[in-house]
């Protein structure tokens, strides 16, 4: 077989080997998924302006973020569960980030502890924290990031009220493990990701427990979805005052939450629609992002994650005013292809993509690239309105 040379060739293998309900799950977005798709359709349909007969014979896409210096501008997201997609989860998506120079966000809802895979790629790993209703928990969680010498934490912003998937629902793909007979007899046709599954690491929390036991599926679908409606600003702030290293505030996508997320202290704020998995009726990152760029005015860096899938997407997501994108769904594409050197595959063609689009528009630094790498539309509207572009 030959090696897959694109992100969309890692998707088709991850589709070929999970569970239709396990890939749904991966894929799936909330309620139409109008908002899913328009992170992808947005970015694909904004245009890069070609800058010929320049030298750009030296590349460089080193970037610092949050007082880290990478060698590339691609960071991987935080996510739950990823004990469904590969028995070294985390840690080989840590180690993928560490060879490839870059970082690794551990999610909150992770199924292994934090101080185990900051440990396994030690000043590679970020930590996500949520804002739980209660506070003990918090301070707990950041107890061991502080422990675990985490330099960074993503405070999770849009997870106050959860979204209905359907796709989840329809394949009963719930935390009670009810799949539907559908489901069950599809995944008997993916005979190593059974295996896996029954004889691998057990699905759990890696982090949270119940008097010092790991909690069953019905009592981590509880924590996952236990939300806390009641969280404002004043809970950010809160733990600015108690978090010592740089903080950036997660799923804003605005520029008044923009503005707010720095008042209330973030060193960076995350435009981040949760990859269309939350809020159905709202517009894409990239849509987003130049506006909220602004509403910083360098106050703050902006991260940036959601519909990444080729290397002109970093370029693009760069031009509109992030300091670095983030990857999800691809970096899982290449933990089922073959773990961490999936993982690191997908890295390293993302990085080659991001070095050959940003050679077509004359540049040789992340740095250099402003908005004028933007080509504007043959109507003249601006490069920025990049919600004017969603197809249908």
Known sequence: MR?????????????????????????????????????????????LRQSIMSDVSGIDLSTTVLGQTLRTPVLISPMGLLSLFHRDA????????????????????????????????PGAVWCQAAIWPDQRLVDQHLDRAEEADI????????????SKRERDLRNGFTMQA???????????????????????????????SIDGRAMNLREMGEFMHDDNDTMTWDDVIRIRKRWPGKLAV????????ARRAVDAGADAVFVSNHGGRQ??????TAAALAEIAQAVDGQAEVLVDSGIRRGSDIVKMRALGATAGLIGRPAVYGLVHSGEA??????????????????????????????????TRTDGASPYAAHTLHTP
């Open 3 to 47: 090696a897959p040379v694109s992100i969309n060739d890692f998707r088709r293998v991850a589709r070929r080997r999970l569970p239709r309900i396990v890939f749904d799950y991966l894929e799936g977005g909330a309620l139409d998924e109008i908002t899913l798709r328009s992170n992808i359709t947005d970015l694909a349909t904004l245009h």
């Open 90 to 121: 985390d840690i080989a998506l840590a180690r993928a980030a560490r060879d490839a120079g870059t970082v690794f966000v551990h999610s909150a809802w992770s199924g292994m502890p934090l101080k185990k895979v900051a440990a396994a790629a």
């Open 151 to 162: 330099p960074v934490l993503v405070l999770a912003g849009d997870v106050s009220v959860s």
């Open 178 to 208: 009810h799949p539907t007979p559908r489901s069950v007899l599809n995944a008997a046709t993916k005979p190593r990701w059974v295996a896996n599954f029954l004889f691998g690491p057990k699905i759990t929390f890696g982090d949270q």
């Open 250 to 257: 997660k799923g804003v996508m605005c520029a008044q939450d």
């Open 279 to 284: 809020f159905d009726a709202q517009p894409s």
């Open 342 to 375: 999936g993982v690191t595959a997908v890295l390293d063609i993302l990085r080659d993509e991001t070095a050959t689009a940003l050679a077509f528009t004359g540049n040789t630094n992340l740095n250099n690239l402003n908005a004028s790498a933007l080509a």
